[in-house]
C-alpha cells in the first residue's frame, strides 16, 4: 500500500455565518476503500461532500487528491447528490452522458464507453429509455452510472438508495460492490441505515451533530465477498451493536463521555486519523 492517502481530508471546517455546520473533521482514504458514513440529519455529511468534491469552499481545511491539493476545485471526483434526478427528456444513455456533455462535446468514443460500461452493468437494454419506463432501482443505477461513466477513481454517493424498497436495496448494494472491486474505485457513501454502511464499507465512520464532527471509526473486517450470511455473523452482529450503542447514547446523553468506545476522546478514534 502507497504511504500517501488516496483522499486526505484535512481539519477541514465548515461556518455558516455563526453556525459551525461540521467542525475540524480530518479523515484519510486509502486507494480502493469502501468508506460508510452515518450520522443524524442535519450533521454535516452533505457538506462534507460538498467539501470534497470541491463545489463548496471550506471555512476552513484542505483536500488533498494523491497528494495534490484540490480544495474548492470540482470535477475532480464523482458525486452523486442526495437527490440527483435523472431528467425525464433524456433517455439513460443521454442522462449517463449529462456530466461529460456539461463540460465540452461528447463524441463517439463517449458515446461507446457510456454505452458499453451500462451495457455491462445490466443497462444494455434500456439504453433508449427514458426515465418514466423505468424502475426505481433501475433508475438509481442510471444514476450511479452517470457518476460512475467518467470519473470513476473515486466517488462520493449520498445516500443512493434512501428511496428504495428493502429488497431493490439489497441488490443493489450487491451491484454496487460488484462495480466498486471491478473498477477499483474509492468510494465514500453516506446512509441513514446502520447495516447498510456495514455490509459495504472497510470502515464506517460515526458522526455526531451541532457542531458536525467525526464521533469514530469502526474498522469492518468482513470476509469478501459479502452476501445475506454476511448479516447473520457475530462479527456483523457485534459491529451493529456497538455502532448502535454509540448513536443512541448520544441521543440520549448529547456531549456525555463515551464509555462503549474503549474510553476514548472523539479526538483518538481507533484509525481515523483526527488532527
Ligand atoms: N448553504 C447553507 N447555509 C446555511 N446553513 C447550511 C447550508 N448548508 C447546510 N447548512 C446547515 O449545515 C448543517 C449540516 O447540513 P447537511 O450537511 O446538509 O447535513 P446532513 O447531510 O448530515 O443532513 C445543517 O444544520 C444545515 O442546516
Ligand atoms: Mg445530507
Known sequence: MSTTAKLEIRDVEQRFDSTVALSRTSLNVRDGE???????????????FNIVSGIQRPTGGRVLLEGSDVT???????????????????STLD???????LTRRVSRADRAHAAGLATQYGLGDFLDHYPHAMSGGMRQRVALMRTLAFARDVMLLDEPFGALDSQTRMEMQQWLLRVWAEQRSTILFVTHDVDEAIFLADRVVVMSPRPGRIRQVFDVELQRPRDLETLTTPEFTTLKRDILALIYERDAAPGAPSPSSGGESPSSTPNGRQA
Open 95 to 101: 442522462n449517463i452522458l449529462l456530466g461529460a456533455s
Open 34 to 48: 469502501f468508506i460508510s458514513i452515518v450520522g443524524p440529519s442535519g450533521c454535516g455529511k452533505s457538506t462534507l
Open 72 to 90: 474548492g476545485r470540482s470535477g475532480q471526483v464523482g458525486y452523486m447528490l442526495q437527490k440527483d434526478l435523472l431528467l425525464p427528456w433524456r
